[in-house]
């Protein structure tokens, strides 16, 4: 591997974590993102658990639909 390779690679990740930042702070901006129905939130006294369940299927529902569509070419 040489320099040039290696600085595609860097450039790669940074586009990488700038994408990841901008989806998050698009997703604190949803309301309801984290708040379904089906996500699990318990607390008792001073300790609480949460899971977001459904949140986490819908997402994962969303990014296989993305990937197959992006595959398909």
Known sequence: MNLDDLGKVLVGFG???V?????????GR???????PGDLYVRR???????????SLIVS?????VFWILNRR
């Open 15 to 17: 586009l990488l974590i």
């Open 61 to 65: 529902a969303l990014l296989t639909l």
């Open 19 to 27: 994408l990841l930042g901008v989806v998050l702070i698009v997703a």
């Open 45 to 55: 006294g001073s300790w609480a658990f949460y899971f977001p369940l459904a949140t």
């Open 30 to 36: 949803v309301p309801w993102l984290g708040r379904l």
